[in-house]
Structure formats: structure tokens, C-alpha cells
């Protein structure tokens, strides 16, 4: 028998409205592979107090809940790291344009005419999305952050939320107005809940004036945030930089102060070699998007040359620009991109894997993205029963290269059961999916 759960237990508290109590304890059963440190073959996931006490076998306390995990895969509950999530009310509005008709024509119009109370149903229809594909953090960067904050704690999973500022936002109109929205919602949400992380998004620098950027710096210096920023998606937007301030985004952002730690890159599909050593030597994360700047014609993303110096993440982008956030379909896209630019030995399974799993855990927002003791319980289950899931030579293959996110039945945050045989256990989902057609007509009609 292994020794069962060594630390303390510490009642979480969760700003929900279901909160998690610290009696709980919960056995996956048998699962046919359960993907941690290494891939455990027949073996079972053990969790007490919101945590992993162990994997492999063992004796369990009368009482403790059981899950079958039979015929089962195992892994831990994945990451998107780029998106924006009201967007995905916008799912479909525009398709077959380039990056800034689609933004300038398209989206931005359309997004004026989201409300609050329209964002935060959008928000907890792609919280539905995101649960059904098996992702349990996500990072994003949007307005109306507060409506967002609000679904999220209502679907249970986590999230880095980052309160997108520019000029001309649909929530504040001004930038000053807008900056002064995001640091109101710093103020009202960091520490709210260890399932809510909250960071700053100035939307690019071809958005945002070297002013509000520094201003923007300072708070999320102060506050210890990560910025979240969309950088050199286009070459156009390089071209532009070059044209305006003579040098590069990457450089323009070095110079601000901005490259560092907590700096998240959005798309980077168009860097030199100087902008990849200064985001390498700042320590910066990479948020790959390669569906997004496919499906808009910005270019491929150097991830393989990126990625040996830069920890990376992969993001599917909002649903107006991808259009789903099935982050498994993403890796694979990543994987083939990278195939064919560099051969095919790039993208190895497992360094692909991580991008969308454990390279999230340096963020430090309670998630690790690894089924390990004392690791956060954050697991997704996945049956194998199916044609395009069998014979499994490597599970990791058949997860990047053959699996869809929705192949997901079960999802676990903090050792709380969200989804349960493909049915989410939140909130009422015909609800959500009702009012979201409601609210895309009101859309169009306007
Ligand atoms: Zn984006």
C-alpha cells in the first residue's frame, strides 16, 4: 500500500458557488494509462483535499468516492493559453479576410455592440466549450474581464484573465477609461480565488502608445501580473513598428521594461534572431496560436527553433479567428507546421505535450499540468473505446495525432468533480447555449 496523502490539509476557499469542502476523497479506478511523470499502465489516481496523494495502486478510506477509469486514458487537465473568450459568441461572423479587414471591419463593429450582460453569457459558453475539451486553465485577454471573472468561478475552472486595455475598447471607448477598468478589476479580483488569477492585457503595441505601455508596466510590476500582449502577429505590424519607432515590437517592449518573467507573447509568428534571444534572455513565455495566423494568413510561428530557448504554450485564439477552442486540435496543427518547416523530427510527443500541459505550471497560478503527489487534482478522463482511439501503440500519439478535445468525458479541478460522463455539472447548459443564439441575434439585427 502506498502512504496516503502526506500534506496538511488546508480547506480551500473558493469564491463559487460551490465551494469544495476538504472531506472529500476521490479514487479513479483502473484507468488503462494514466499519463504523469511517466505513463503508469493499469493504474489509479488517488485525491484527498483537492490534491494528488498518489498514482499506481493502493488501499483507499471507507467512504472515499470512486470513479471508474476502466478502458480509460488519464491526463492531466490541459491548458489553452490564448484566447478571448465573449468571442466566441462571434463564432463564424466573419471568415476569409486578412488580420486587420477582419479586425477593422468585422470583429471591432460587431464587439461594440457586446453588453455586459451579453459578455458574460458568451464567457460561460466558452467556459462550456473549454470544459468539453478538457481544459482546465486557460489564459485570456479580453474587456468586460469582470463578467468573465463571474462565469468562470461559475464553471469551476481556472484561469488567468487579463483585462485587455486600447484604445477605442467597446467597454471603457477611451484607453483612460479603459486602463482605469483593468485596474479596477486587479483591485477587486487578485486573491479572490485560487482558481481566478488576474493580469493586465494592453492589446499590442500597435495598439497602445509607449505612455499607457509604461503605465500599464508599472501596475503590473507593483502588483507582480502578468502582461499578456499580442506581439508581431504580421508583418505588416513589424513594417509598421520600423516605419513609427524604428525598431522592432519585441525591441519596443525590451525597451519599455516589458520583456520579462511575466511577459506573455501572443502569436510572435514574424521575430528576428535579436527579437528571440532578448524574449529568451527576459525568460518570457511564447502563447502559439498556429491555427489563427493560418485561417488569417499572418504566417508560421518559428516554434521549433523558438522553443529551445523560450518556454512555449500553445493557445487556439478566440473563436472568431479559429474558429474552436479544441487545444488538442491546435497541438496537432502546432506538430504538423513545425514537421514540415524544420522535418519530421520536430515536435517530439512529449515536448509537444507540455506545451498544453505542464509549461503552464511556471506561470504559478495553482496549476501544474502534471498528475503527480501533492500536485493541484486538476485531471481530465478520457475513454479509448472508440475506432479512431484504438489500438493504442503510444498514448501520447493517439492523444495529439488522433484525439479531439470532446473526446474529454470527465473533468476535475482541485479534486472537484466539474464534468461527469460528458455532462457538465455547474450549470445548466441548454441555458447557456438558448441565450447565446438569443444574443447572436441581437448581434446581427443591430
Ligand atoms: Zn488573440
Known sequence: MRPLCSTAHHPHTFYTQHPFTSMHALLLENAAYVIGERIYRDASVYIEDGRICWVGTGDVPAGTERISARKCAVLPALTNAHTHLPETVLRGLCDDRVLMDWLNKYIWPAENKLTNEFAEWAALLGCAELIHNGVGFFIDQYFYANEIARSVLKAGIKALLCSSVFDGCPEGKTIERQFAIAEKFIREWQGKST????????????????????????????????????????????AESRKKVGMSPARRLSKLGMLNRRALLAHCVHLSEEDIALI??????????????????????????????????????????????????????????????????????????????????????????????????????????????????????NLIYSANGTDVSTLIIDGEIIMQD?????????????????????????
Request: aromatic letters at 6%; glycine letters at 6%.
Open 280 to 397: 529568451a534572455g527576459a525568460g518570457a513565455t511564447v502563447l502559439h496560436c498556429p491555427q489563427s495566423n493560418l485561417k488569417l494568413s499572418s504566417g508560421i510561428a518559428q516554434i521549433e527553433r523558438i522553443r529551445k530557448r523560450v518556454n512555449v504554450l500553445v493557445g487556439t485564439d478566440g473563436n472568431a479567428s479559429n474558429n474552436n477552442l479544441d487545444v488538442l486540435e491546435e497541438l496537432r496543427t502546432a506538430c504538423m507546421l513545425q514537421k514540415y518547416l524544420f522535418g519530421a523530427e520536430a515536435m517530439p510527443l512529449q515536448d509537444a505535450f507540455s506545451m498544453i500541459s505542464s509549461n503552464a505550471a511556471a506561470l504559478g497560478c495553482n496549476y501544474t499540468g502534471i498528475i503527480k503527489p501533492g500536485a493541484p487534482a486538476d485531471i481530465a478522463v478520457m475513454p479509448l473505446e472508440k475506432p479512431h482511439l484504438q489500438p493504442v501503440h503510444d498514448i501520447l500519439s
Open 422 to 446: 460528458y455532462r457538465i455539472l455547474r450549470f445548466d447548459e441548454g441555458e447557456v447555449l438558448e441565450k447565446c443564439r438569443e444574443i447572436a441575434q441581437a448581434i446581427w439585427n443591430q
Open 195 to 238: 482558481r481566478l488569477y488576474v493580469g493586465i492585457g494592453p492589446h499590442a503595441p500597435y495598439t497602445v502608445n509607449d505612455e499607457y505601455l509604461a503605465r500599464i508596466n508599472e501596475i503590473a510590476t507593483s502588483k507582480n501580473l502578468h502582461v499578456h500582449i499580442h506581439l508581431s502577429e504580421t508583418q505588416h505590424e513589424n
